[in-house]
């Protein structure tokens, strides 16, 4: 009975940093609802993609600074400081008055959802310590990853529509107050290594700025043009720079991410299948919005709606179900299953017309998606912490999101150039422009289903399944 307060402690714990990465999942997507709104009342132009392109830069330029900061520091520590960072962020993002001032700020609230996404994973690892209750914990933190962006859609429909745009920054206002406080009275302080362990500056300098390099040459080329100078400069100098960060991981004494961690076969596959998975995730998210709204004509609130099958599929997933199947056959196999489904359920949005009904092609896509996602999310994450120490599980955290975010970002804008040069060309030869865009729109469903699948067979194929449970530490197992 004694211990029956501190197993409840944890448990709400656990609940309280899924909400905090719940609100830095959402921003992702709950803004994109209110876009127009935005562009109408400060009178955006073309900068208008900013508002997006500012965030995913910080956020991608960030996330692993921001786990190596949890290590040497305190994963406690910098949880607050980012929940804090970009809960100040959205209030600047939410009472802006110019352009100038929104980008800004959402650059900033980047910077502070990098940072929380980074070490939230480390301490859900460090409450959960026991290999079944570990398994069960990273099922609720997979579906927050997986189902929060369809969350933020329908989420972003009913503030823009009930209030309006301003809503979807300073919502996050009382979530982050709250969570803050929660976390101060349930999360053990924790401490880090500050003292024996220097912060390889050189190495932060150097990465951070080739991912933003990298994240700015993304989100600008199809503007910009993907053999332009620009585009080719700009990625031209993430490569030297990664070089350059690769050389100097080589001889620092306390390298910011020690190069043997990719002689980690799991790890390195985790990471690998984490990019080809996000291209696959931007796919479904962004490109069905897109074929719900602008072909079939749905409403934001009715697009949100349409993803709410595959977000309850994932939350019977992440209350256990997960769990229980992760014990019992590993990682390898519902990793395999998962990212195949979900292959399935983009290969069927792919075959979707233009007078398409929601009950024959939107809802099987959706349902083989969410039980795609609620399969496969969880193994990935687990995959990604499994062979390095708790020491370094900040630095796993945070190199899986930077595969993730880098996947997305890069897969997102292949797929949209993919399918605007698709659509461009059938509006040249005289098609109609819904029949136009669906055919853009199916080009890009097809290429997120080869990534998924993809995905699949790496994990088949590469993933260590020795361990049921791979990465619930041996030590600990009961």
Known sequence: MTDQPDERKRWLSLYVLCTGVLMIVLDATIVNVALPSIREDLHFGKSLVWVVNAYLLTFGGFLLLGGRLGDLFGHRRLFLLGITLFSVASLA????????????????????????????????????????????????????????????????????????????????????????????????????????????????ITVTTSLMLAVYAIVNG?????????????????????????????????????LSMFRLRNVATANVIGVFWAAAMFAWFFISALYMQLVLGYSPLQVGLAYLPANLIMAAFSLGLSARIVMR????????????????????????????????????????????????????????????????????????????????????????????????????SGAASTAALTAGYHLAFGCGAVFAAASSLLGAALLRASQPVAGLGSETAP
Request: aromatic content about 6%.
């Open 93 to 204: 993002c939410g009472v802006a008055d110019s352009q100038q001032v929104l980008i800004a700020a959402r650059a900033v609230q980047g910077i502070g959802g990098a940072v929380v996404s980074a070490v939230a994973l480390s301490l859900i690892m460090n409450l959960f310590p026991q290999p079944e209750e570990r398994a069960q914990a990273m099922g609720v933190y997979s579906f927050v990853c997986a189902a929060g962006g369809s969350i933020g859609v329908l989420a972003g429909g009913l503030l823009t529509t009930s209030l309006n745009w301003h809503w979807v920054f300073l919502v996050n206002l009382p979530i982050g107050a709250a969570v803050f406080a929660l976390c101060v009275l349930l999360l053990p302080p924790g401490r880090g290594h500050p003292g024996t362990v220097r912060l390889d500056i050189a190495g932060a």
């Open 222 to 258: 199809n503007d910009a043009g993907w053999r332009s100078t620009q585009t080719v400069g700009l990625l031209g100098g993430a490569v030297a720079l990664l070089a350059l960060f690769i050389a100097i991981e080589a001889r620092v004494r306390d390298p910011l991410m020690p």
């Open 329 to 428: 056959f590993g990682l390898r196999l519902p990793l395999f299953a998962g990212l195949a489904l979900a292959a399935a359920g983009l290969a069927l949005f792919a075959q979707a017309p233009v007078d398409g009904s929601f009950a024959l092609d939107v809802l099987p896509a959706m349902i083989l998606l969410g039980l795609g996602a609620g399969m496969g999310f969880n193994p990935v994450l687990l995959a990604a912490m499994s062979d390095v120490a708790p020491s370094e599980s900040g630095l796993a955290s945070g190199m899986v999101n930077t595969s993730f975010m880098m996947g997305g970002a890069l897969g997102l804008a292949i797929l949209a150039s993919l399918a605007a040069a698709r659509t461009d060309a059938l509006l040249v």
